[in-house]
């Protein structure tokens, strides 16, 4: 990398403040950067910045592809900085300015402890904390933060009397996976154990526990990740949270609560109030409360108030509930015991809150707080030694989680009967699979130390980058340099034809992220995914029918997504990108049990369909924002997926369809896997490895079976081929024709078009350039080449892009005239090209119509913005 590389804020102008300093991901061209150890990075003036950066991701030769790059906390952030290599040059990761200290870790036989130079967080290695104690500037700010759920043992609708008892969660693990010098990150790991253990309650909810620091920061990023494993049948979770003991010492009129609500507005209240009285203490007095700053001195007071101190109401109990997407409810008590006071409501609450007084105190942010919801704030104990603040992730006033499948069975014990109940609700049910255990959620949430009690303008700002973090990315045209993710190209507008489908695909990204919104598509399970298909009759997206309803990932609309955002650099389209991967890699695979690396097809319920399958899980929806990002959790899912091959020991993906049973013998080594939906997940999985980790397993089984596909006689139009779990390669003897709509449609097109540039392979490329020619050829075409014509041919317009990659690869003009022709006559189709007429109908009504078209579908909107996106790319010039 000779020429240095322009890093943006993604959402334009930079923020005031980066509290909690910045990580993101940045790849390079192959063969140009060495390794991370080289890369340097200046503001915008030249100035050098302090650095840290770690490879994510190498080329097959060695170079560096990703690396993660961090900074410091930054009290006024340059608008944009520079990142270059000095190749064989180490770089300097020593702090440039003297009032910046590296993060340090000082580790012992029982605690962890890191230092940013402001803020130092205790950890202990294992027990009922998270840490022990957060100080800043050596006076403690917060003390024993635990995580905390209530366990319900039923309903009351259908028990009577039901039971909820309390779980701490206990630390089994502690890794250091970062130690600086400008970032350092931790992870903890435990499960929930019940609080009174002679109740003889199991540890339930696996957990894992991240928190990052920054030198020179104030506040403390932390990542929350819990595995579902109870039993939905009798296990509701009434409650999860995270609690903090904050320690107070001033007097009760200058301890401060701070609960933001919507738009930036703010409850400022003290313990005791002085304001509103029916003596005034005094301007000065009233003003310095408001502020936060110490009142003045009681003997400057009107001693009218002075000395009627012990009359004035301490309020120590503070709650806020977001119980839906569209609204809070702020209210207090003086104590336990007394009645609740009613404060105010509004609509969508920031997630934020804080207590503190004169000598500091903690500051509490959860990202996502309303479109998670049910979510709740909570202070207690403000008026005593300690106040205890929790930030509910789940609150306890909602109704309990019920995670029960939603019907009976009615009745389909059988394959057959289950076949018959899809061809009426296309949903592929089969007893014991509507099972949720194994399901994850994540959270992040910010901590701040504060050193007094800051003006609410700060507040704000905390709130602001709590919620919406502040993330620094390349431009669209860089990343487009470096030549990853295969086939696309920046927005171009330069044609009138060109400009048309620009405002297409921006209309489609309006559209969805208008319906989310108008029929309001969050929640604690369900924020970041979007509905299937719409119903035209009832005007709502068809929620309670089968598999019609929740996406999960059909279709490939992350992959639109995320293509979308690296052609555009687009902040909303990356945080829509953000929330669906969050959500698809958590809630729609497996984390642990007997599906442990495989996703559940689309359902009224996210786990509800009985197809797990690889095609949901596959890394090729996660890698864009693991290495755009850098995110370790992301890093986590892509890890549990590296021996997935395994799953089709214990799961048949296609068992109640297979008409051969010899193509399934996992006793004798011999595993039927589908050429597309199944290798094409494999294959995104065994690169991603190969290329993060240097796996010599993935780096084998990706080439081996590349190369027994290309020695396939009909290459990827066998459909299927054997698979030796053992020795991770196909038997290449089958002669079969076997087409599927639904192979290309799920990321292999994406990943092929990366390995036919990534590895040396002709007969691969031969058998990709094949299917890609053949898929859309006339049927005397077909028969030419391979014999009889291609059945099952469907899905034109998103198949166009197949053919435009064969024209580009060939430089074939026939071809590319043929991709625009199949891209247009796909869009006149009644079931798959509705995407071109969708209309938004305004005002957005509840029971509104979103379009005038015969369907409306998440899957044809995904392939239409990826064939647009892939064929501008491939054959553009051909357009006009």
């Not at 507005?265 to 005034?280: I, K, M, N």
């Not at 479109?371 to 909602?398: C, F, K, M």
């Not at 992301?634 to 051969?660: A, H, I, M, W, Y």
């Not at 040396?760 to 006339?778: K, M, N, V």
Request: glycine share 10%; aromatic share 10%.
């Amino acid at each position: 990398m000779a020429d240095s590389t322009p890093i943006r804020w993604i959402d334009g102008p930079a923020p005031t403040e980066i509290s909690g300093g910045c990580t993101w991901g940045m790849p390079f061209a192959r063969g140009t950067v060495p390794g991370a150890e080289a890369l340097r990075v200046t503001d915008s003036s030249g100035a050098p910045v302090s650095s840290q950066a770690w490879p994510l991701a190498t080329w097959p030769d060695g170079s560096l592809k990703w690396a993660g790059i961090a900074l410091p906390a930054l009290s006024s952030p340059a608008d944009t900085f520079v990142l270059t290599s000095d190749a064989g040059t180490p770089a300097d990761t020593s702090p440039p300015a003297s009032d910046l200290t590296p993060v340090t870790v000082t580790e012992s036989a029982d605690t962890l402890t890191v230092d940013t130079g402001v803020l130092r967080m205790v950890i202990n290695r294992s027990g009922s904390t998270l840490f022990s104690n957060l100080s800043r500037d050596g006076a403690t700010v917060a003390r024993d933060a635990r995580l905390v759920s209530l366990l319900q043992d039923g309903t009351p609708e259908e028990a009577g009397t039901v039971r909820r008892d309390a779980f701490t969660g206990q630390v089994s693990a502690v890794v250091l996976e970062q130690s600086g010098p400008v970032r350092a990150v931790v992870r903890l790991e435990g499960t929930h154990r019940p609080d009174a253990p002679a109740d003889g309650k199991r540890e339930w909810l696996p957990f894992v526990v991240r928190f990052y620091f920054h030198a020179n920061a104030r506040s403390v990023r932390m990542v929350h990740s819990f595995i579902w494993d109870g039993d939905a049948e009798r296990d509701f979770l009434a409650g999860l949270g995270v609690r903090f003991s904050v320690p107070l010492e001033a007097e009760l009129h200058n301890r401060h609560i701070r609960i933001a609500g919507a738009d930036g507005g703010f409850l400022v209240e003290a313990v005791r109030g002085l304001t509103g009285l029916r003596r005034d203490p005094g301007a000065e007095v009233r003003k310095a409360q408001i502020a936060g700053r110490a009142t003045p001195s009681e003997q400057t007071w009107n001693p009218e108030v002075s000395g009627r101190l012990q009359l004035i109401p301490a309020w120590g109990d503070y709650t806020l509930t977001q119980l839906s997407a569209d609204g809070f409810e702020l209210r207090k008590r003086t104590a336990p015991g007394h009645g609740w006071v009613g404060i105010s409501g509004g609509t969508r609450a920031a997630g934020f809150c804080s207590v503190s007084d004169t000598r500091g105190g903690l500051g509490v942010g959860v990202r996502d707080f309303w479109q998670s919801h049910p979510g709740q704030l909570d202070i207690r104990g403000a008026a005593g030694n300690a106040a205890t603040l929790t930030a509910w992730l789940y609150s306890p006033e909602t109704q309990p989680m019920d995670l029960r499948f939603y019907h009976d069975g009615l009745g389909q014990d059988t394959f057959e009967e289950q076949l018959e109940g899809l061809e009426i609700t296309y949903e592929d049910y089969e007893p014991g699979f509507g099972n949720p255990t194994g399901i994850a959620r994540t959270h992040e949430l910010t901590l701040f130390a504060y050193e007094s009690t800051p003006p609410t303008e700060s507040l704000a700002a905390d709130a602001v980058s709590a919620s919406t973090p502040a993330l620094l990315q390349a431009t669209p045209g860089y990343l487009h340099s470096v030549g990853v993710f295969g086939d696309w190209a920046p927005v171009d507008r330069s044609t009138p034809a060109r400009a048309r489908l620009e405002d297409r695909l921006d209309f489609l990204f309006d559209f969805y992220a208008g319906q989310v919104e108008q029929r309001r598509w969050y929640g604690f399970w369900n924020y970041g995914d979007v509905m299937h298909t719409y119903d035209f009759d009832r005007h709502v997206w068809r929620y309670d029918v089968g598999g019609y309803a929740w996406d999960n990932s059909e279709l490939s609309p992350d992959l639109w997504l995320w293509y979308s955002y690296l052609r555009s650099g687009r902040a909303d389209i990356f945080r829509f990108a953000e929330a669906m991967t969050r959500h698809t890699g958590e809630v729609d695979v497996y984390h642990l049990g007997p599906w442990k690396g495989l996703g559940s097809r689309h359902n009224v319920q996210h786990w509800g369909c009985s197809a797990k399958q690889l095609r949901i899980s596959t890394p090729a929806y996660r890698r864009f924002y693991y290495y755009l990002t850098a995110d370790e959790r992301t890093g986590d899912l892509l890890t549990e997926l590296v021996d997935s091959d395994q799953n089709f020991l214990g799961l048949d993906p296609v068992r109640k369809v297979r008409p051969d049973a010899d193509t399934y013998r996992p006793n004798r080594g011999a595993l039927g896997v589908g050429l597309g939906t199944d290798w094409g997940s494999l294959a995104a999985t065994w690169l991603t490895d190969w290329e993060r980790t240097g796996n010599p397993r993935s780096r084998d089984r990706l080439l081996g079976t590349m190369a027994d596909i290309g020695t396939l006689k009909y290459g990827f139009l066998t459909g299927e081929a054997l698979y030796d779990l053992d020795k991770g390669r196909f038997d290449t003897g089958r002669e079969q024709i076997s087409v599927s709509h639904l192979s290309a449609v799920f990321g292999l097109v994406e990943i092929c078009s990366e390995l036919v540039d990534l590895v040396d392979d002709p007969q691969f490329e031969r058998a990709w350039l094949q299917y890609c020619r053949l898929f859309l050829a006339t049927k005397e075409e077909q028969v030419a080449a391979v014999g009889q014509a291609l059945e099952g041919i469907y899905l034109t317009q998103a198949h166009s892009r197949l053919t435009a990659y064969a024209a580009a690869r060939l430089q074939d003009r026939d071809l590319a005239a043929r991709a625009w022709e199949a891209f247009a006559e796909g869009g006149e189709h009644l079931n798959h090209g509705s995407a071109f007429s969708l209309r938004q109908i305004e005002p957005p009504l509840v029971l509104q119509p979103v379009a005038e078209a015969p369907t409306v579908s998440t899957n044809d909107t995904a392939q239409f913005g990826l064939a647009v996106i892939q064929n501008l790319a491939l054959v553009g010039s051909y357009l006009e």
